[in-house]
């Protein structure tokens, strides 16, 4: 079956630290999308990446980075220089044409 | 930039017919998506609307009109699942932008 995964589910970070979240897709899209939600919110875009080697910033890019070695895989990393990490956090494949597909999502906790 | 408003609620009674609409304001625009999303979940796909008119999908119906900047989607026969927050997005080559997301409440 074709889709996203998304792993941890649950991660809990402490001040400070950096951690990496894992986006994997075998749908065969080129394009990769990082969102963050906050309780109540829609989605921002954080990153995405049109093709493999190369990604665009979205609207809140500050204190993350991203980068797309493979076209299956696009892990994000939450660093230090972002103030309020806490939120969920969710990928997502497209062709461009089609539907939009997400993975589960990894709700992301700063102790 | 992107500028797009929906409804922050919306309550419905179950069984009645509800529209949501959504309206943008885009420096570049290809088609709109609608979701749909349950407390704590992904998002799953309702419809992509890319040129003018209505797209029926069982209950669910999704109209854009690209002209006015304007789009709604329509729920009938509500039931209490249907109980979600509603996003619509805009694409512009390959970057979305959502808005901010309809709450929708079916009561019995």
């Known amino acids: 079956d074709g889709g996203i995964t998304q792993s941890p589910k649950y991660l809990f970070r402490k001040e400070g630290q950096n951690v990496t979240l894992s986006c994997e897709q075998n749908l065969n899209h080129d394009a990769m999308y990082w969102y963050r939600q906050d309780p109540g919110q829609g989605l921002r875009l954080i990153y995405y990446?049109?093709?493999?080697?190369?990604?665009q910033k979205g609207d809140i890019a500050e204190g993350y980075s991203v980068s797309r070695e493979k076209k299956e895989s696009f892990p994000l990393t939450v660093t230090s220089a972002q103030k309020n990490p806490t939120a969920f956090y969710l990928c997502a494949s497209w062709d461009k044409y089609n539907e939009q597909f997400f993975g589960p999502g990894t709700r992301l906790t700063v102790l | 930039g992107q500028n797009i408003d929906q409804p922050t609620e919306m309550t419905a009674t179950e069984g009645a017919i509800v529209q949501i609409n959504c309206t943008y304001q885009t420096s570049g625009f290809n088609g709109l998506f609608w979701y749909q999303q349950h407390a704590g979940e992904a998002p799953t796909f309702l419809s992509y609307?890319?040129?003018?008119g209505l797209e029926e999908k069982g209950r669910f119906s999704s109209f854009l009109s690209r002209s006015k900047g304007y789009s709604y989607l329509l729920l009938k026969e509500l039931q209490m699942k249907d109980s979600a927050s509603y996003l619509c997005a805009t694409t512009n080559d390959y970057k979305l932008s959502f808005g901010a997301g309809t709450t929708v409440t079916v009561r019995a």
């Open positions: 990446s049109q093709i493999v080697n190369d990604f």
């Open positions: 609307n890319v040129l003018d």
